[in-house]
């Protein structure tokens, strides 16, 4: 970019940027241009799922549990990862070869005043529902209280980067290399859905899902998808799964 006095314009003030946007810059960047992306946009009816999660915080809130939508997330990309391993894939440094993790790690973006890391959920397959809230929440307060450390934030074989708890109804994440995809969550709303005979007020979540095209064909995604909207909505099943 040229260099361009913009005091010529109007007043200005000028901000450093934080050590943390320097760095999530130049990966983000990184990133940017070197994945070839796609964005895949999904939605899942999470309307049980909401019912069971509202009773199970209201059962549970003198222990102090707190299950977010984002928990659930979590176990149907648990589920989902084990269903299309390719998706829990890396390519190796020449580009001809696809790693593939027999671990499930999963990174989550926390938005901190600083601005936005990755701390990354360990084993998310072994871990239950509720373990796997505690640990959201410890890593979030870990992140806002800029106690992460490096090893914190590395080794995550896919992310989840949850902006519905602020709002939106779409966007298009960048994949965090050398993960391979990224799901991207809005805010659900209730929206009118035809169930064969009449419309139905249904509580909708939004996907959007990035992926390398490099490693994932566009079919593979949209299966991706509709297998994880699938799970979040057949709350059962998802439960049956959870230890
Ligand atoms: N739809 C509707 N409501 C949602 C929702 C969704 N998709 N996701 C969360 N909510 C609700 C939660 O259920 C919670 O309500 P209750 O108190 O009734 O349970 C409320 O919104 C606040 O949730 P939260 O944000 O505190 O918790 P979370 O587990 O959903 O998210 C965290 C935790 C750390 C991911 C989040 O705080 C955050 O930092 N998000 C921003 C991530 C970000 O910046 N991504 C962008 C990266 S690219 O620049």
Not at 223 to 229: D, I, K, M, V
């Amino acid at each position: 970019m040229p260099e361009i006095d913009f005091s010529q314009f109007g007043e200005i003030e000028t901000q450093p940027l934080t050590k943390i946007n320097k760095l999530t810059g130049q990966f983000l960047h990184r990133n940017w241009v070197t994945v070839p992306h796609v964005t895949q946009f999904d939605e899942a009816d999470i309307t049980e799922l909401e019912a069971f999660r509202k009773q199970l915080n209201e059962e549970h809130k003198n222990e102090g549990i707190r299950v977010t939508v984002l928990a659930f997330l979590m176990k149907a990309l648990v589920s989902a990862l084990k269903e299309y391993p390719r998706f829990n894939s890396s390519l190796d440094a020449t580009g001809e070869n696809l790693v593939l993790k027999k671990y499930i790690h999963i990174g989550v973006a926390v938005d901190t005043p600083d601005g936005l890391v990755v701390p990354v959920i360990r084993d998310c397959d072994r871990k239950s529902l509720v373990e796997l809230a505690n640990e959201l929440i410890e890593a979030s307060v870990k992140a806002r209280d800029k106690k992460l450390s490096p090893a914190d934030m590395s080794g995550g074989c896919i992310s989840i980067s949850s902006l519905g708890g602020i709002g939106g109804t779409a966007f298009t994440p960048i994949v965090n290399a050398p993960e391979v995809a990224i799901l991207g969550v809005s805010r659900a709303s209730m929206q009118p859905v035809w169930n064969g005979s009449e419309f139905e007020p249904r509580l909708m979540l939004p996907l959007s899902f990035s992926y390398d095209h490099r490693v994932i064909d566009g079919a593979q995604a949209v299966r991706f998808t509709t297998y994880l909207g699938e799970r979040l909505t057949d709350v059962d099943a998802l439960l049956q799964a959870i230890p």
